[in-house]
């Protein structure tokens, strides 16, 4: 069965410190990873997405790795602002025939004080 | 451009009735998904389109269905409700099948039952 784990569940950081989230995978065949961001009441917004030979990837303050080999990834946020308050969700999409199939971690959500 | 749009915002339905959600995916999109995200299940996959035809299903019961026009609008219907129905269901657009490119979620519909 395909399984996505996030960790930790949550996490209390100050302002412009940094963090770093983890999902791990059991989702074969893999076909990529994706971190979505999501805000409370709003829809996620994807901020990278990464295949079996990418191992990094950075969107702003936002860089996400992927070891395919240990099937962990890891969300690091720099210098972390009350902005970056949202629930990070981990997607890991396994390739079905001609189509996908995501399977969805349970989010990690980061609440960043003044 | 505008994003994807989701109506209506909020919903309130009683048990047995049944529902038609709404989703205007991006202009030039031709894939929508739909998920159901609930505190206790997180986000689940329930399925996706592309070119009005289903190319992938979730695990959910066949009260759940779907379906996309030519516009690549989607609708998603849920017959017979259940209490356990309550949610935000969101859906997501791309250009192609939402596992190989960037999917963009909209603001989702809160369907409340009672």
């Known amino acids: 069965k395909n399984q996505v784990e996030q960790s930790p569940q949550s996490l209390i950081i100050l302002e412009g410190k940094n963090c770093t989230l983890q999902c791990n995978y059991t989702v074969s065949p893999f076909s990529n990873l994706r971190w979505y961001k999501q805000d409370t009441g709003r829809g996620p917004v994807s901020l990278t997405i990464?295949?079996?030979?990418?191992n990094t990837k950075s969107n702003g303050r936002y860089t996400a790795t992927l070891d395919a080999d240990t099937k962990q990834s890891s969300l690091h946020i720099t210098a972390s602002q009350l902005s970056d308050s949202a629930s990070y969700i981990c997607v890991v999409s396994a390739r079905a025939g001609g189509s996908y199939i995501p399977t969805f971690g349970r989010g990690t959500s980061l609440i960043v004080h003044p | 451009k505008a994003g994807v749009t989701q109506t209506p915002r909020y919903l309130i339905k009683t048990r047995g009735q049944q529902v038609t959600l709404s989703c205007s995916p991006i202009?030039?999109?031709?894939?929508v998904s739909w998920y159901q995200q609930t505190p206790g299940q997180g986000l689940q996959f329930l399925f996706e389109?592309?070119?009005?035809?289903?190319?992938n299903k979730g695990n959910f019961p066949g009260r759940f269905s779907g379906r996309q026009f030519s516009n690549s609008r989607s609708e998603m219907n849920v017959s017979t409700l259940e209490l356990g129905d309550s949610a935000l269901y969101l859906c997501a657009s791309s250009l192609r099948l939402e596992g190989g490119t960037e999917a963009f979620f909209g603001q989702g519909t809160r369907l409340t039952v009672v």
């Open positions: 202009s030039g999109h031709r894939s």
């Open positions: 389109y592309f070119s009005e035809t289903q190319r």
């Open positions: 990464m295949t079996f030979s990418e």
